[in-house]
């Protein structure tokens, strides 16, 4: 009879779990973890399915809509100060990878992202609202470690994401548009994207500093490599300058 009770009391928490919004955002992000983890695989066997690489990025569209609703609403006319919310960004981002060809490391921030968001969610609301800890002791640990381990790695993830998009993605998109394989379209909206970044995440300002000073190191004089020619040396600087005048037209970072 008390086990009677206690299914019946799981089932009607497991049911107010899945009434709530948040419930599909979290599985949203299940799903671009999922899906991106089996697009990794297929593509480092040279087996790539890009049907996998679409479904993650359904997810995505899924939980950063869902939050970006919960955040602003439904908006009674479009301006762009609706591009300062990160989410807003994010989810904009997502709908033109989602439209466009594949390009694999697109997907790592939202991989990053996505993980430690369903993660934290299990710990948060899925194991105290199905397994109280006063019922299972056992639960009580599983949360702690899960703490344990976001609490110690949001950090470092957080700058693999921001530096994937400044080091990683924007030479790969520049190298695609050279070769002829990249629209130089998408090379615009994600530099744009990385220029809104700047201003709103320190993690991106950190990314993009190490970046100009290592390439300052290799490029410029008097510490350039000696292998560098001259022409190479100055444009960088004529590029770094464009780019300068290029982020700071944004003006100064909107508040939070």
């Known amino acids: 009879m008390d086990e009677t009770i206690l299914q019946q009391s799981l089932l009607d928490r497991s ?17 671009v ?11 480092s066997s040279f087996h790539s399915d890009s049907v996998y690489y679409y479904r993650a990025y359904l997810g995505a569209l899924l939980s950063y809509g869902i939050v970006s609703y919960k955040s602003i609403g439904l908006p009674k006319r479009w301006h762009l100060d609706l591009f300062r919310n990160e989410n807003i960004q994010y989810l904009a981002l997502a709908f033109y990878w989602y439209s466009y060809q594949p390009v694999t490391v697109t997907l ?14 299990i710990q948060s609301t899925i194991i105290p609202v199905l397994f109280p800890s006063d019922q299972n002791p056992l639960m009580g640990q599983v949360l702690n470690t899960i703490k344990s381990y976001t609490d110690q790695y949001h950090e470092p993830a957080m700058q693999l994401a921001a530096h994937t998009e400044v080091i990683v993605i924007i030479p790969r998109l520049l190298l695609g548009v050279l070769l002829f394989r990249t629209s130089i379209l998408a090379l615009i909206i994600f530099s744009h994207f990385v220029r809104l970044r700047y201003y709103l995440s320190p993690h991106t300002q950190q990314a993009v500093l190490q970046s100009t000073m290592s390439l300052d190191h290799w490029l410029l004089p008097p510490t ?12 960088y600087l004529n590029l770094r300058g464009m780019l300068a005048r290029y982020g700071s037209a944004t003006g100064s970072a909107p508040s939070s």
């Open 15 to 31: 049911k107010q779990l899945i009434k709530h919004p948040q419930f599909y955002w979290w599985c949203g992000h299940v799903g």
């Open 224 to 235: 350039n490599h000696p292998r560098v020619p001259p022409w190479l040396s100055k444009v």
């Open 33 to 43: 973890v999922c899906n991106s983890l089996l697009y990794f695989t297929s593509v």
């Open 108 to 121: 790592v921030p939202y991989f990053v992202f996505s993980l430690f968001h369903a993660f934290g969610y």
